[in-house]
């Protein structure tokens, strides 16, 4: 059986131009994946379109809008994973059309189509009693404790997102004077923030105790689990809900009901 040109299209985007070329996160690039095995799917079960016999020129405009009715009707998805599964189409298509230029009306069109309309959630952010509020919660008696304590202390003081603070290493943190981290953002663009010693205090504690102060351990997770393995963004925001939870009860007007990571590293 002979490849078809999808096949190899998309074998090339994916193994070769997004990291390669693009240099995209390796999380994105599983994003995309998952597009298009439900896209294949889709083609599979609704257009009867083996993935085998599937060719660019069977890809149109409406099968795109088909495709992306179907993740939010039938799947019951938000419509802001409609909107990530049609960022990922779009990707594509256009690196489609500096490698098949002979189609290029035909991606144009696919390009034209618009992310939907979403309403936006409100963040609510903690205000700076709120905040003392919950990093009191930690029991830094306890190991994990401590953990967490440090955890929270550098989000707050840092303002760093969810998967930075994933994927933080030792070495991305500096302790002499002028104290910094090293936040590797979306694009893998990086950016140094000074700490205040306040806060750093706890994450002193908290390398020294977990010995991750040694340079051989320079490009391990800061952040572990249970498991010795770095903790996952379902992780953080356990973390972060059951000290909400704790500080809730404490005094609920400074705790909103609906919070998530966003509210700490916003501030």
Not at 30 to 52: G, H, M, Q
Not at 170 to 182: F, Q, R
Not at 190 to 201: F, G, S, Y
Not at 218 to 224: A, T
Request: hydrophobic share 40%; aromatic share 8%.
């Amino acid at each position: 059986m002979n490849p078809t040109d999808f096949s190899k299209s998309l074998t090339n985007f994916l193994t070769r131009y997004l990291p390669g070329e693009k240099g995209v996160s390796k999380n994105t690039i599983v994003s995309y994946k998952d597009t298009f095995v439900l896209f294949l799917t889709f083609l599979k079960d609704r257009k009867e379109i083996p993935a085998k016999q599937l060719h660019l020129k069977d890809i149109s405009k409406e099968i795109v809008i088909d495709f992306l009715d179907w993740i939010e009707e039938e799947r019951k998805c938000s419509i802001a994973t409609r909107n990530v599964r049609l960022a990922a189409i779009h990707s594509f298509f256009k690196f489609l059309q500096y490698q098949n230029p002979e189609e290029l009306f035909l991606w144009q069109s696919i390009l034209s189509i618009p992310v939907k309309k979403t309403e936006k959630s409100t963040i609510n952010y903690l205000s700076l009693e709120g905040i003392k509020l919950l990093l009191e919660q930690p029991d830094q008696s306890s190991r994990h404790g401590r953990r967490d304590l440090a955890l929270l202390s550098l989000m707050y003081d840092s303002g760093a997102r969810v998967q930075e603070m994933i994927d933080l290493t030792p070495a991305m943190i500096k302790l002499d004077t002028p104290c910094t981290v090293k936040l590797i953002g979306k694009g893998k663009k990086a950016r140094i923030v000074p700490l205040l010693e306040v806060q750093l205090k706890f994450l002193k504690r908290y390398m020294l105790e977990n010995k991750l102060l040694e340079s051989h351990v320079n490009m391990y997770p800061l952040f572990i689990n249970s498991k010795k393995e770095k903790l996952t963004r379902a992780g953080m925001n356990y973390i972060l809900t059951k000290y909400a939870k704790s500080a809730r009860e404490k005094n609920l007007s400074l705790i909103p009901e609906k919070m998530s990571c966003h509210s700490l590293s916003a501030l």
